[in-house]
């Protein structure tokens, strides 16, 4: 029998997968059982898989058809330490981004989909000098290894950035 923590963490997974479906009218799913299976130790599986078996397993949404460097890892917990912005750390969110970047391959677009209870729903996207995003009400967060982090609204992040998005996404870019 599947954890109430599990279920809860699926069922986000889920919701991430339709938003990204309805938004680009392309099918995005959640990852079979979930976690990387390409990832961190993980990581010399993709000597013996196709492109396509990779991306199908690289964190926690298989992208639509025209999204191949799309890296997603989503987290829906009780609460957040949101007061920690202010000490420059918070080993929760640390966890996360270097979970995220496990699985990461160079030129990705690496986001992190965070939910809390009665809090709402954020998004953490690596940021990067190239990368011109319209912002609003956010925090740049350092990470001491994988550099620098756009934090947002999941929802106007996504208002203001839904086609910067498909194009860092995209195998043209």
């Given at each position: 029998?599947?954890?109430?923590?599990?279920?809860?963490?699926?069922?986000?997974?889920?919701?991430?997968?339709?938003?990204?479906?309805?938004?680009?009218?392309?099918?995005?799913?959640?990852?079979?059982?979930?976690?990387?299976?390409?990832?961190?130790?993980?990581?010399?599986?993709?000597?013996?898989?196709?492109?396509?078996q990779i991306r199908?397993?690289?964190?926690?949404?298989?992208?639509?058809?025209?999204?191949?460097?799309?890296?997603?890892?989503?987290?829906?917990?009780?609460?957040?330490?949101?007061?920690?912005?202010?000490?420059?750390?918070?080993?929760?969110?640390?966890?996360?981004?270097?979970?995220?970047?496990?699985?990461?391959?160079?030129?990705?677009?690496?986001?992190?989909?965070?939910?809390?209870?009665?809090?709402?729903?954020?998004?953490?996207?690596?940021?990067?000098?190239?990368?011109?995003?319209?912002?609003?009400?956010?925090?740049?967060?350092?990470?001491?290894?994988?550099?620098?982090?756009?934090?947002?609204?999941?929802?106007?992040?996504?208002?203001?950035?839904?086609?910067?998005?498909?194009?860092?996404?995209?195998?043209?870019?």
């Amino acid at each position: 029998m599947t954890s109430p923590q599990k279920a809860k963490g699926g069922g986000f997974e889920r919701q991430i997968a339709t938003f990204l479906t309805d938004l680009y009218g392309e099918k995005f799913i959640r990852t079979p059982n979930s976690g990387a299976y390409v990832g961190g130790s993980n990581s010399k599986r993709k000597e013996f898989l196709h492109e396509g078996q990779i991306r199908s397993f690289k964190g926690d949404i298989i992208p639509g058809q025209s999204f191949p460097k799309l890296n997603a890892e989503c987290k829906f917990y009780k609460d957040f330490p949101f007061h920690q912005f202010f000490t420059g750390s918070i080993k929760i969110l640390d966890l996360w981004i270097a979970q995220c970047m496990e699985a990461a391959d160079s030129g990705d677009f690496n986001i992190l989909f965070m939910k809390f209870n009665r809090k709402g729903t954020y998004v953490a996207v690596h940021h990067s000098d190239t990368t011109s995003f319209n912002l609003k009400n956010h925090f740049i967060y350092t990470h001491q290894t994988h550099g620098s982090w756009i934090i947002m609204d999941h929802q106007t992040f996504f208002e203001t950035n839904s086609k910067q998005v498909k194009q860092l996404c995209s195998s043209q870019s």
